[in-house]
């Protein structure tokens, strides 16, 4: 089954800032090692498209990882000690259909 999560962050304090991404970048690392990430997107450069306008993205999501995992329970272990937890960040997750 494929799933697609969709990271919103929190608020990390400023003196927690590197260890913060050092431990995301890691946290990632260790889903594709094993087998589950498939696909990542991460960073700027991000836009709002809309009929009327083209804006550039202030939102809170600053990642998207497509995984491949055996059910829906089994992904939300695989979030349980996701970094940004801590600082009030989210884990959005979506089935995919017609998997």
Request: aromatic residues 10%; without cysteine.
């Amino acid at each position: 089954m494929k799933f697609m999560l969709v990271y919103r962050g929190g608020a990390v304090p400023e003196d927690q800032l590197d260890r913060n991404i050092n431990e995301l970048w890691g946290w990632l690392d260790n889903l594709k090692e094993n087998g589950y990430e498939k696909v990542r997107f991460a960073g700027s450069g991000r836009k709002i498209i809309s009929q009327d306008s083209i804006d550039d993205y202030s939102g809170d999501i600053f990642g998207v990882s497509i995984i491949e995992a055996g059910s829906l329970e089994e992904v939300v272990s695989l979030t349980s000690d996701w970094p940004e937890l801590q600082y009030g960040g989210r884990i959005e997750i979506v089935e995919a259909i017609g998997d």
